[in-house]
């Protein structure tokens, strides 16, 4: 399995973005994809995890209620709607995807920042 993620980029404080990241390979395999992200100096957190074949998300509480993951699972891609965004959300973002069979597969990230 190989994800790699896309539309990352500079936008204001109170604008939106949305990060797409396009899963290949053995994608029967993956039962849950998610997005990370780490800011400079600072450990990579967890940002949303969504299971590929429904059930339950999770938002880490810093994002709630602004970013919303959702996959579509015809195109193998998962998408982060980021809304209201702010000047602590500029960090790299990434992709990654698992499953029982399958190692931890991780993106190569894509930068967004949000200017103040």
């Known amino acids: 399995v190989q994800v790699v993620e896309s539309g990352g980029g500079l936008v204001q404080a109170g604008g939106s973005l949305r990060l797409s990241c396009a899963a290949s390979?053995?994608?029967?395999?993956?039962?849950?994809m998610g997005w990370y992200r780490q800011a400079p100096g600072k450990e990579r957190e967890l940002v949303a995890r969504?299971?590929?074949?429904?059930?339950?998300?999770i938002y880490a509480d810093s994002v709630k209620g602004r970013f919303t993951v959702s996959v579509d699972n015809a195109k193998n891609t998962m998408y982060l709607e980021m809304n209201n965004l702010k000047f602590e959300d500029t960090a790299v973002y990434y992709c990654y995807a698992d499953g029982p069979y399958i190692l931890p597969t991780w993106g190569q990230g894509t930068q967004v920042t949000v200017s103040s």
């Open positions: 969504i299971p590929k074949g429904g059930g339950s998300v």
């Open positions: 390979g053995t994608t029967f395999n993956i039962n849950a």
